[in-house]
């Protein structure tokens, strides 16, 4: 009944020549899901696995994926969209300064939005997966639903809370495996954000 009359009045609106405005909730602006994905990188590592993420997002159809460091990211952002995903380098086995002070900053309530978090760090054992985790604690206290990804392997199936890739010279850069890894979380919380709604 709801969906009716939200599609009576988008024929109405489009009609009249005027669209929901973009601070309205997503539920009512009648059109796709909207993935938010903000990283903060200083030496590239983490926006090419940022990349990697709004790739699997772009490729559930239906999808609006927008990528952009987290400081340049407004209210407005995060009021218009159906999921959020962050991405961080791990400093000193937590999240890097500027995604600590976006998350800590006078933020909209994004309870019932979808979340992931994702992270890379220099070294094995050196804490990307405790920033991954600071990531997605801050969305649970936010009121958010997290999800991670979803693997297969050889039958085998399994998920994770995240994505961790290692950058430093034991594992220089992001490889393609750590890059898939990102595909598939940014895919999976697209498509948990798309039956959510
Ligand atoms: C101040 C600082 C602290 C860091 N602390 C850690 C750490 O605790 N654990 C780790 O694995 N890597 C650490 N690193 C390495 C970065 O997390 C790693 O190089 C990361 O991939 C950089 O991401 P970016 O290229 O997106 O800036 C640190 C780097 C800096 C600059």
């Known amino acids: 009944m709801r969906t009716t009359l939200w599609a009576v009045l988008a024929v109405l609106a489009s009609s009249a020549g005027w669209a929901a405005p973009l601070s309205a909730a997503p539920a009512e602006r009648g059109d796709t899901v909207r993935v938010l994905v903000l990283y903060h990188s200083d030496t590239g590592h983490t926006r090419a696995l940022a990349e990697a993420v709004a790739e699997g997002a772009r490729s559930v159809p239906g999808a609006h994926v927008v990528l952009k460091p987290v400081q340049e990211a407004g209210n407005a952002d995060l009021e218009t969209c159906d999921a959020l995903l962050i991405g961080t380098p791990t400093f000193w086995g937590s999240v890097a300064t500027p ?4 998350i800590d900053g006078q933020r909209p309530f994004m309870g019932d ?12 054992g050196g804490g990307k997966e405790l920033a991954v985790l600071a990531v997605l604690t801050a969305m649970l ?23 961790a890739a290692t950058t430093g010279k ?26 959510y709604r």
């Open 99 to 102: 995604v600590k002070e976006f």
């Open 141 to 163: 206290n936010n009121g958010m639903i997290v999800a991670g990804p979803h693997y297969e392997d050889e039958g085998f199936r399994f998920g994770g809370f995240g994505v």
């Open 170 to 195: 034991d594992d220089p850069g992001v490889d393609e495996a750590e890059l898939e890894r990102g595909r598939v979380l940014g895919e999976r919380v697209t498509r948990v954000a798309m039956r």
């Open 113 to 124: 939005k979808v979340g992931g978090a994702f992270a890379t760090g220099g070294s094995d």
